[in-house]
């Protein structure tokens, strides 16, 4: 696609609730990366994923977390048991490598009431 | 690990004047550099990339210069303007890291 698309762009979920954000790169990508952003505050980076190579998890936050790409293309993010410190935009990036720099999706805004 | 810090977290000024963002970082053997502005409730727009080879790039009225040897990259807006008003945040992209961010308000 033209750019990164993120869905939902709005997820409202209940605590304790299992929620899936999806990730669509831009075609051709190879680097895929998830971060969150709580309000008010910067971004903090979870999962980057390059390839086939194994992903970089190091910024996964608990064991709760987790995230899945198909070769190339779509990602998802996961996140079982939400807990109201979720709350957040979950944003998505992808790059052509990781020198060309990063192109954000719109990100997926999380309540967890 | 690589740090990021951007200084001020916060900026007002009038229209038409011009404006220097700084972003720091601890490990200088970084590969490159990007800034990105972000408006309330939006997603990240990159501004510029600069590469570890390079020291300054440029698009319109914005400007961006890159030290690896002092830790420091400057954002140099011209001529502010109402439309510039945003959160500029610098990113170290070879480390994954990013500043918390500058925000910035262009007074009409």
């Known amino acids: 696609g033209a750019g990164v698309s993120q869905s939902p762009s709005n997820k409202v979920t209940e605590k304790g609730k299992d929620v899936e954000l999806r990730c669509d790169p831009i075609s051709g990508h190879t680097a895929l990366y998830w971060y969150r952003q709580r309000l008010g505050q910067g971004l903090e980076f979870l999962i980057y994923f390059q390839g086939n190579s194994a992903p970089d998890k190091s910024g996964l936050p608990s064991d709760r977390f987790s995230a899945e790409r198909t070769g190339e293309s779509v990602s998802t993010l996961t996140i079982q048991r939400t807990q109201q410190e979720d709350s957040a935009v979950y944003l998505c990036?992808?790059?052509?490598?990781?020198?060309?720099?990063?192109?954000f999706g719109s990100g997926t805004r999380l309540t967890v009431v | 690990k690589q740090e990021v810090t951007q200084i001020p977290a916060a900026l007002s000024v009038p229209e038409g004047e011009n404006l220097v963002l700084n972003c720091s970082f601890t490990?200088?053997?970084?590969?490159?550099l990007q800034w990105f502005r972000q408006d309330p409730g939006k997603g990240l727009t990159s501004l510029l990339l600069?590469?570890?080879?390079?020291r300054e790039q440029t698009s319109g009225r914005l400007n961006a210069s890159l030290d690896k040897s002092s830790g420091r990259s400057t954002l140099y807006i011209a001529a502010s303007q109402p439309g510039d008003s945003a959160t500029y945040l610098c990113a170290v992209i070879s480390d994954m890291r990013f500043g918390a961010g500058t925000r910035l308000t262009v007074k009409p």
């Open positions: 490990d200088s053997a970084i590969y490159n």
């Open positions: 600069i590469q570890s080879s390079q």
């Open positions: 990036a992808s790059s052509l490598d990781p020198g060309r720099g990063y192109t």
